[in-house]
């Protein structure tokens, strides 16, 4: 009887077990590559999801390390950034980091933002859900790399609060032909009329 109630034990022993190492597998890890600029969700140990981003700029570095988030905020507002807003935030330092959605899409895959992770609305809004239904608890941000210096050259985007006008970030469009290129062009025509070439030069001489 002693021996079958050790068996009973044992067996109960080993489901607790497995069913902690079940709920300790589905656990999220977001991993944000700096480097790269790209975001690697993983549920149950397989990567699910591989995003563009946008992490610190120069004088922002988006921290690295092993972060646990504590806090979901699904309509955000930043409160030192002209109140821009920051869809899906989900929180993980203390000093005001989040993994939060953002409008300047165009821009993801730069090093722009104040030291937040941006990702696309729609993309936010995803990783936001599974979050939130995997629990904060279960859920690891781990951030590493660096500011790529080819990102870091480059004009900086708009950051938080910042309006973009759609145009930000691309090459100056300039006429094909300025007045003055026009007009020094046309003939090669200088004040008289006359072009430049010898022919016209000789025949200036007679028409004054």
């Not at 944000?32 to 570095?61: C, E, H, I, L, N």
């Not at 869809?87 to 090093?111: K, R, W």
Request: charged share 20%; net charge neutral; proline share 6%.
């Amino acid at each position: 009887m002693r021996a079958q109630n050790i068996l009973y034990a044992s067996i109960f022993a080993a489901g607790l077990g497995f069913s902690s190492a079940a709920c300790a597998a589905n656990a999220v890890v977001i991993s944000v590559d700096k480097t790269s600029q790209r975001m690697t969700v993983s549920v149950d140990g397989a990567a699910r999801y591989v995003w563009p981003v946008s992490t610190g700029r120069p004088g922002f570095d988006t921290p690295n390390g092993t972060f646990h988030p504590f806090r979901l905020d699904a309509d955000h507002h930043s409160t030192v950034y002209d109140n821009a807003p920051m869809p899906h935030s989900i929180f993980f330092t203390e000093t005001g980091d989040a993994v939060h959605g953002f409008f300047d899409t165009p821009h993801l895959g730069m090093a722009v933002s104040h030291g937040c992770v941006r990702l696309s609305p729609a993309n936010a809004a995803v990783l936001y859900g599974l979050v939130e239904q995997t629990g904060l608890s279960d859920t690891t941000v781990i951030v590493h790399g660096r500011i790529p210096t080819r990102i870091a050259a480059r004009r900086e985007a708009p950051a938080e609060g910042e309006a973009s006008n759609g145009t930000y970030g691309r090459e100056a469009t300039t006429p094909r032909h300025r007045p003055a290129d026009v007009v020094a062009s046309r003939n090669s025509a200088d004040e008289d009329g006359f072009g430049s070439d010898p022919l016209t030069a000789f025949l200036k001489k007679f028409v004054r």
